[in-house]
């Protein structure tokens, strides 16, 4: 997948196992590094800045003049600790890998809000929703820019939750971004897949307590769904549970994941189908989304809709979406350490911290993932003509 040949891991600063697995993780993926490139392109290029700091990470992670199979992290560490937002995480105390993340993420992105201005946008411009008239559908987004290739989240996607009449058409939705699918691990499932779980997230359920605006009826059905599938998914296993007394607990179920992975079975589908033209008016004029207001949810408008349906819904085995590193966490709720597997072309590599080794798929699929990142392939164009460069 990615380069170097060999990976090099990083020291331990303290207790600083989850910073270093979300870094690997993250820095392994052409399409952050391509964010990080676009965010210096638009803000600027300074130690004060979260994305140089990072770059500056992956700088050293790929120097092969320095033959040291591991980077010494505390000057990173220490630059961090500038940001009061990720400071508290850098404390000396175990943290959570995936609250770092979403920390890390929201600070990149409010330099873009920063530097753009907030704004409404048709709501016809996001794909699939076509059968959606534009007066009735706005929703109020921000950050808004033009959007450049590289300056969106490429974790950044959009859900949808449904809430619909069970007996008539009203409907009520609501779209908020996320960058990250956070899926509850409980008993219900031993031994369980990936796609059990995207597929009970996304399942429609019966509600009791509410009352149509429209009939006065009881009851309606939830769904949520996603509605813009984002170029890197992750996903983060709940693996801590309260038990009735209130002690947490942490179950470490296997959960088997593929390497090739589809979110079609998952997305809303409004009957229209997306078209080029659709995509690339949403590429000009969609925007980064408020990371800040992750799985919140922003009500953007109620209206009655023609239909929501979502049946039967095929699986491709081989989807656009390939495994590009596994997060492990061995050890109990409050305390453990983290590991990665970072996948490369053939095998791979287990890091824990300063430690790395190459593995064979096997052993990357052998995890007990606390979280999964892949790498959505884009569809081939055909380029006509010449292209420089
Ligand atoms: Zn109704």
Redesign the pocket.
Known sequence: MDTPAQKKGMSNAGNTCFFNCMAQSLLHLLKFRAYLNGISESVGTDDKYLHSILSQLNKELTDTSNESPYINSLSIINRMKQFPELKKFLNGFQQDAHEFQTAVLTKLDSYLSNHHPKAEIPFSFLPSMKMCTPQIVKIQRKPSLPLKAGLRCPLEGQMISTLK?Q??E?ANWTCFPFTDIALSVHDAFTAGDVKEYLKAHTERESISDWK?D??L?IGAFKQLQILRQPDVLCLYFRRSVVDTRGASFKINTHINFPTKLSLEPYCANFGAKETKASDSSFKKTAAPVDTLSLMGGNKMFEQPIQSNSNSSKREPEDGPYTLSSVIEHVGATNQGHYMVYLKGTKGGWHISDCDVRKVELSEIHNANASMLFYSKKKPVKKVQGKKSK
């Open positions: 009449c007996h008539c009203y149509c429209k009939c009826r």
